[in-house]
């Protein structure tokens, strides 16, 4: 089935003239900005690895992920549908042991005919996971696994002073930076120190760069490449940072020393109208200038060793003479707010949270340094990918991409709408070339809407919707922007759309 489906496509001019049916490599990254590259224009923050990707094939300029956390972006990435139709709307979805959202893209390619593998961490509802040829296994098992290969290689030892003891690398010693909460602990002899979350872990782990769990997804990788080659295949790798912890490796932690780190041009403004205040006050240690700087320095040590690991794998797939013949993408599930609006995780829909990098190469049918920027969904990778590979997509919630791409014309309705429910702040984003609105699911939420001109206003910091004066000048727009809104939500047969519909932006 899968030859013949395959010849098919070839005829009619939807594949490259190959010998054998594509390849697809997934590469993704987790909480990782659309801006932490050099290619988006990144001065401080070279990733020649990545860069190489985009240049020889698409870069998309405004990709939004379907959901701002983890476990509701990755699935929405796997089947091209909604919260509506995955009933998947927050991490605790990856222990469902019922709920079946599929099938994914990498159930329909194994079902097919490919050899199927998936590495690293893996953070979605396991019924996705039923058809891959290795075992995936759940986070808190494929991090004892780390740990196992961590105690062959990596000795313990005793913190010196200044050091903390490290929970994610089992109590191995790293030297905390003045934003790390701990850090006042350490410089007092303190070995220990109580981290409330990942994210107040920050510093330079003591662990060579090659048992990073970076490089223990990536050697992991290697070796799945080595027993898939002669293809077809899809293979995975997804990487954990540079998701939190912030635990930076030699030599890339000297490559960022704090006074070069730059701050966010959104960094400190008028926070009045933002849809986002009362968060941003609560997040108070990381309204300190200096201790964004030594955040953001940890955060590019970790992606510019993410670049370099990259590197390993596109390397390899050369060497095995697989490149030509193989799709490859990258992205990530959400961005960072990295200090930005006084902010810092994600779970919310400015840029830095939303939008994440996006490429793709597939030599002979990506045309070699396309750069789209209408904006396109994670949404959209499912029908995009499946319409590379030949295989006749079913109807899901995003569009293929490849008429943008090729230069065809649009893909999809020209928005784009991204989805997180928390209490009193906005439930939906949506999103064109030069606009952003950003809306409660109720009429009885005292979320603060926000409508943005990201043409004139590209780093958000006057919502149009908070002054009176604007509010009402910018009042059309704002309902126009509704529109498109309601009728995604139409389109994807959402129960929130009365809410929506009885919301007045404002």
Sequence with gaps: MLRRQFLASAAAGLLPAVSAPPNLLFLMTDQMRFDALSCAGNAMLPTPHL??????????????????????????MLTGK??????????????????????????????????????????????????????????????????????????????????????????????????????????????????????????????P?????????????????????????????????????????EPFARMFPFDKMPLPKNFSHDLRWSPYRLRAESMSHYHNAEYVRHLTAAYYAMVRHV????????????????????????????GEMLGSHGLVSKMVFHEESVHVPLMMRLPGAIKAGTVVSDPVSGLDLFATLLDYLGVRAPARDGDSLRPLIEGRGKAGPGFRVAEWGTRNAPSFMVRTAGWKLMLADSPDSRAV??????????????????????????????????????????????????????????
Aim: one cysteine or more; glycine letters at 6%; aromatic letters at 8%.
């Design 51 to 76: 860069d190489r990707l985009a240049r020889e094939g698409v870069r998309f300029e405004n990709a939004m992920c379907p959901f701002p956390v983890c476990v509701p972006s990755r699935t929405g």
């Design 209 to 249: 760069e090659a048992h990073t769990n970076t490089a223990f997804t990536v050697d992991r990788t290697l070796q799945a490449l080595n027993e898939m080659k002669d293809g077809p295949f899809t293979l995975t790798c997804s990487i954990g940072p540079p998701h939190p912890p912030f635990l930076a490796v």
């Design 307 to 334: 670049d370099d690991q990259i590197g390993r794998v596109l390397k390899r797939l050369e060497e095995l003479g697989a490149a030509r013949n193989t799709l490859v993408i990258f992205t990530s599930d959400h």
């Design 82 to 207: 909604s919260s509506a139709n995955t009933r998947v709307r927050g991490n605790v979805a990856a222990n469902d042991p019922v709920n079946d959202p599929g099938p994914s893209f990498d159930n329909l390619l194994h079902d097919r005919g490919y050899k199927s593998q998936y590495h690293g961490k893996w953070h979605a509802p396991y019924k996705l996971a039923r058809t891959y040829d290795n075992r995936v296994a759940p986070v808190p098992e494929e991090h004892k696994q780390f740990i196992a290969y961590l105690d062959r290689h990596v000795p313990r030892r005793a913190p010196r002073k200044g050091e903390l003891l490290e929970r994610f690398y089992d109590r191995r010693p790293y030297r905390p930076y003045p934003a790390d909460t701990g850090y006042a602990d350490a410089q007092a002899g303190a070995s220990e120190s109580e981290h409330t979350t990942q994210g107040e872990v920050i510093g330079v782990i003591d662990v």
């Design 449 to 506: 809407d926000a409508l943005y001109d990201l043409r004139n206003d590209p780093y958000e910091m006057r919502n149009l919707l908070g002054d009176p004066a604007d509010r009402s000048r910018y009042a059309a727009r704002a309902r126009e922007m509704k529109d498109r809104l309601v009728e995604w939500l139409g389109r994807v047969r959402s129960p929130a759309i009365d809410g929506v519909k009885a919301r007045r932006p404002a």
